[in-house]
Nanobody, 121 residues
């Protein structure tokens, strides 16, 4: 019942910037975390950044100081501002939502279809 729609990917030269967005719709509980993961050929999916409903953020060491995650709780939308992009940032970026009722132990996990980010040298 939850859908995630990603946008903002594309081709950019090294040193450039992109801004990804992900809008979530459906039955989303107030307790949640939205984030971005990425996967490139030959590598497993890795965490890029996460922001919780309370505002706490977590970043991968490789993107600290370059990427900024933010959210609009009213719109259930998460953004990833990517600055000083490097070729190694090239990957498919996936939006993720984890949410649950405070009365339930089990978390519901949802994924977007992914958006390609390519950074050329």
């Amino acid at each position: 019942q939850v859908q995630l729609v990603e946008s903002g990917g594309g081709l950019v030269q090294a040193g450039g910037s992109l801004r990804l967005s992900c809008a979530a719709s459906g039955s989303i509980f107030s307790l949640n975390a939205m984030g971005w993961y990425r996967q490139s050929p030959g590598k497993q999916r890795e965490l890029v950044a996460v922001i919780e409903s309370g505002g706490r953020t977590v970043y991968a060491d490789s993107v600290k100081g370059r990427f900024t995650i933010s959210r609009d709780n009213a719109k259930n939308t998460v953004y990833l501002q990517m600055d000083t992009l490097k070729p190694e940032d090239t990957a498919v970026y996936y939006c993720n939502l984890k949410t649950k009722s405070s009365w339930i132990v089990k978390w519901n996990d949802y994924w977007g279809q992914g958006t390609q980010v390519t950074v050329s040298s």
